[in-house]
């Protein structure tokens, strides 16, 4: 499976932002998908992650940040409100089979989206 990954783009603290992940090659709906981030100068971080089990967040965005996906447009959404400067980074959406592998070592990757948060 191929993904592809857009939406992002320089907004201020306090406002919203909507990524995709659409994937290609084959139907999305098989795989467990995530949304991880790395920002300047650090590790990069598992954010949420969707699959048949229902949903995972991490700590950092629980409750700001909803992941979603549209079966019928083979995309995955990761809806992220009350942005704050630490949010800045890159965001990248990820895939596997495994509920458990896309939270930490999933097996195919799409490019990277810049997300800017000025405070």
Known sequence: VQLQASGGGLVQAGESLRLSCAASGRTLSIYAVAWFRQAAGKEREFVAAI?????????????????????????????????????????????????????????????????????
């Open 51 to 119: 699959s048949r089990s229902g949903t995972r967040y991490a700590d950092s965005v629980n409750g700001r940040f909803t992941i979603s996906r549209d079966n019928a447009k083979n995309t995955v959404y990761l809806q992220m409100n009350s942005l704050k400067s630490e949010d800045t980074a890159v965001y990248y959406c990820a895939a596997d089979v495994s509920t458990v592998a896309v939270r930490t070592t999933p097996s195919y990757w799409g490019q990277g989206t810049q997300v800017t948060v000025s405070s």
